[in-house]
């Protein structure tokens, strides 16, 4: 399983990077047979928001670090290093450009884009 990684070099760039997500093998739910798991990370807040159809926002960094996994639709991340990367449902990212220039995101399409948005600690 992966995640896109954004964050941010010593000058407050910010740029994206393909990250593996390691799992072993572990107990989630006994009885039920073991399965390909992740170490546990401790959370502050899950929120939901829509990014309507056609929203496109100034550059700005991550509120806080957090990890966003779209539900519908489909998004335009361009990170302060000029990389470009488009993604839809079941994309999973890391955002963790809190303190530097930011990026920008732009919704792509005619559908609202739904985002569950896990902030961490």
Known sequence: MQYLHMTED?????????????????????????????????????LYLVLPAGWGGA?????RRQVGFCLSGRLRVE?????????????IWRM???????????????EDVQLSIVQLE
Do not use: W
Request: one cysteine or more.
């Open 59 to 63: 550059k700005h960094p991550s509120p």
């Open 10 to 46: 010593e000058n407050g760039v910010s740029y994206f990077a393909d990250v593996e997500i390691p799992l072993s093998s572990g107990d989630f739910a006994p009885p039920a047979p073991t399965m390909p798991i992740s170490q546990k990370e401790d959370c502050k807040h899950l």
């Open 79 to 91: 990170a302060g290093s000029g990389e470009v990367r488009e993604f839809g449902a079941g994309a």
């Open 96 to 110: 963790e450009d809190v303190s530097g220039s930011g990026h920008t995101t732009t919704v792509l399409g005619d």
